[in-house]
Protein backbone atom coordinates (compact mmCIF):
# COMPACT_ATOMS: atom_id res chain seq x y z
CA UNK A 1 0.00 0.00 0.00
CA UNK A 2 1.09 2.99 -1.01
CA UNK A 3 0.28 6.87 -1.14
CA UNK A 4 2.39 9.38 -2.61
CA UNK A 5 1.72 13.21 -2.17
CA UNK A 6 3.49 15.50 -4.63
CA UNK A 7 2.97 19.24 -5.29
CA UNK A 8 4.16 20.99 -2.32
CA UNK A 9 6.22 24.07 -2.21
CA UNK A 10 6.94 27.54 -1.13
CA UNK A 11 4.78 29.85 -2.57
CA UNK A 12 3.39 34.06 -2.06
CA UNK A 13 0.32 34.72 -0.46
CA UNK A 14 -2.35 34.75 -2.93
CA UNK A 15 -0.73 32.34 -4.65
CA UNK A 16 -2.21 28.75 -5.66
CA UNK A 17 -0.70 25.06 -5.32
CA UNK A 18 -2.29 21.57 -6.48
CA UNK A 19 -1.16 18.94 -4.10
CA UNK A 20 -1.67 14.94 -6.07
CA UNK A 21 -2.08 12.26 -3.81
CA UNK A 22 -1.08 8.96 -6.03
CA UNK A 23 -3.03 5.78 -4.42
CA UNK A 24 -1.29 2.05 -5.15
CA UNK A 25 -1.97 -1.52 -3.63
CA UNK A 26 -5.49 -1.33 -2.31
CA UNK A 27 -9.15 -0.23 -3.89
CA UNK A 28 -8.95 2.74 -4.57
CA UNK A 29 -12.52 3.60 -5.75
CA UNK A 30 -14.39 2.02 -2.46
CA UNK A 31 -12.23 4.21 -0.40
CA UNK A 32 -13.26 8.49 1.22
CA UNK A 33 -10.14 10.77 1.02
CA UNK A 34 -9.20 13.11 3.00
CA UNK A 35 -6.48 15.95 3.01
CA UNK A 36 -4.72 16.84 6.43
CA UNK A 37 -1.98 19.27 7.51
CA UNK A 38 -0.46 19.72 10.25
CA UNK A 39 1.40 22.94 11.41
CA UNK A 40 4.65 23.32 13.69
CA UNK A 41 3.52 22.77 17.51
CA UNK A 42 -0.11 22.06 16.52
CA UNK A 43 -2.51 19.62 15.63
CA UNK A 44 -3.43 17.09 13.22
CA UNK A 45 -6.19 19.02 11.00
CA UNK A 46 -8.81 17.54 8.90
CA UNK A 47 -8.49 20.21 5.80
CA UNK A 48 -11.23 18.27 3.05
CA UNK A 49 -12.95 15.02 2.03
CA UNK A 50 -13.94 13.49 -0.70
CA UNK A 51 -16.98 10.81 -0.70
CA UNK A 52 -15.62 7.27 -2.81
CA UNK A 53 -17.15 8.22 -5.88
CA UNK A 54 -16.69 11.95 -5.62
CA UNK A 55 -20.40 12.72 -5.12
CA UNK A 56 -20.12 14.25 -1.38
CA UNK A 57 -16.86 16.93 -0.27
CA UNK A 58 -16.81 18.38 2.99
CA UNK A 59 -14.17 21.37 3.95
CA UNK A 60 -13.20 22.68 6.81
CA UNK A 61 -14.50 26.30 7.29
CA UNK A 62 -10.84 27.66 7.57
CA UNK A 63 -10.33 26.88 3.58
CA UNK A 64 -14.29 26.87 2.10
CA UNK A 65 -14.30 28.72 -1.36
CA UNK A 66 -10.79 28.17 -1.26
CA UNK A 67 -9.69 24.88 -1.71
CA UNK A 68 -11.37 21.96 -3.75
CA UNK A 69 -11.00 18.49 -3.57
CA UNK A 70 -11.76 16.28 -6.34
CA UNK A 71 -10.23 13.01 -7.74
CA UNK A 72 -9.90 10.39 -10.64
CA UNK A 73 -10.67 6.84 -9.74
CA UNK A 74 -9.26 5.80 -13.25
CA UNK A 75 -5.57 7.12 -12.33
CA UNK A 76 -6.07 6.27 -8.74
CA UNK A 77 -5.11 10.21 -7.37
CA UNK A 78 -6.89 12.61 -5.18
CA UNK A 79 -6.34 16.28 -5.67
CA UNK A 80 -6.15 19.39 -3.28
CA UNK A 81 -6.52 22.38 -5.36
CA UNK A 82 -5.18 25.33 -3.06
CA UNK A 83 -5.90 29.08 -4.03
CA UNK A 84 -5.72 32.36 -2.02
CA UNK A 85 -3.09 31.13 -0.01
CA UNK A 86 -2.37 32.60 3.51
CA UNK A 87 0.50 32.52 5.30
CA UNK A 88 -1.39 30.50 8.16
CA UNK A 89 -2.30 27.43 5.49
CA UNK A 90 1.76 26.81 5.87
CA UNK A 91 1.49 22.87 6.72
CA UNK A 92 2.92 19.48 5.91
CA UNK A 93 -0.37 18.44 3.55
CA UNK A 94 -0.81 14.65 4.06
CA UNK A 95 -3.49 12.07 2.40
CA UNK A 96 -5.63 9.83 4.08
CA UNK A 97 -7.41 6.90 2.35
CA UNK A 98 -10.37 5.53 4.60
CA UNK A 99 -12.73 3.26 4.66
CA UNK A 100 -12.10 -0.27 6.90
CA UNK A 101 -8.63 0.59 7.39
CA UNK A 102 -6.63 3.55 7.25
CA UNK A 103 -3.73 4.51 4.99
CA UNK A 104 -1.29 7.50 5.34
CA UNK A 105 1.04 8.92 2.73
CA UNK A 106 4.13 10.73 4.00
CA UNK A 107 3.37 14.16 3.53
CA UNK A 108 4.26 16.95 1.52
CA UNK A 109 5.33 20.62 2.66
CA UNK A 110 3.85 23.28 1.77
CA UNK A 111 5.40 27.00 3.01
CA UNK A 112 3.53 30.40 1.31
CA UNK A 113 5.75 33.70 2.38
CA UNK A 114 6.13 36.26 0.98
Known amino acids: VQLVESGGGMVQPGGSLRLSCAAS????????MNWYRQAPGAGRELVAA????????WYADSVKDRFTIFRDNAKNTVYLQMNSLKPEDTAVYSC????????WGQGTQVTVSS
Open 96 to 103: NAQWIKSY
Open 25 to 32: GFGFSIYT
Open 50 to 57: ITSAGGIT
